[in-house]
């Protein structure tokens, strides 16, 4: 397998069902995808079974977005791993860049890309597969800086692609 798409409608998204705070809308062709009207506190989950990954394999996590004039969307963090909860101290949480870069001059960085599809994607992290038996994997992405509406953002998908398969050795 060499990449997993997780559609919007199967991701864990704070206040979706709310209507005050998201709505549905077709954009770039795609399916009907929520569009974030107003939240304060933005979070984006996808949970994936270790066995249904290829076992010894690396894979990055990427989400699939748009912007329509966002606000206080900047930046938000990120965190993909097996298992454990995620917190504000884990160590491999960091944060990513909504806008492309060269949009905010001397920002570290990740940014966000044009996908050819018009999409915009973000590398969130990478994580390694060893045995398929490490649990559920699970890929986060929030902004959670309450002093802040948060708006304008589209959610399409997040997708693992295959890095590196490693050869077993006995």
Request: charged share 25%; aromatic share 10%.
């Amino acid at each position: 397998m060499q990449s997993i798409s997780i559609p919007a409608r199967d991701l864990q998204i704070s206040h979706v069902e709310n209507p005050a705070c998201w709505t549905q809308t077709s954009y770039h062709g795609a399916l009907p995808v929520p569009e974030l009207l107003e939240v304060w506190w933005l979070h984006v989950m996808a949970r994936v079974n270790a066995t249904e990954l290829n076992k010894q394999t690396r894979y990055a996590a990427y989400l699939v977005f748009e912007l329509n004039r966002p606000e206080n969307l900047e930046k938000a963090s990120a965190f993909v791993t097996f298992g454990r909860e995620i917190t504000d101290s884990s160590e491999s949480q960091y944060f990513v860049f909504l806008e492309e870069e060269g949009t905010n001059p001397g920002q570290p960085g990740p940014f966000s890309q044009r996908r050819p599809d018009e999409w915009m994607e973000i590398k969130l992290g990478e994580v390694y597969n060893n045995s398929g038996d490490d649990g559920v994997l699970k890929i986060c992405f929030w902004e959670k800086n309450t002093d802040k509406r948060k708006c304008g953002f589209i959610v399409r998908a997040i997708e693992l692609r295959l890095l590196i398969k490693h050869k077993l050795t006995n």
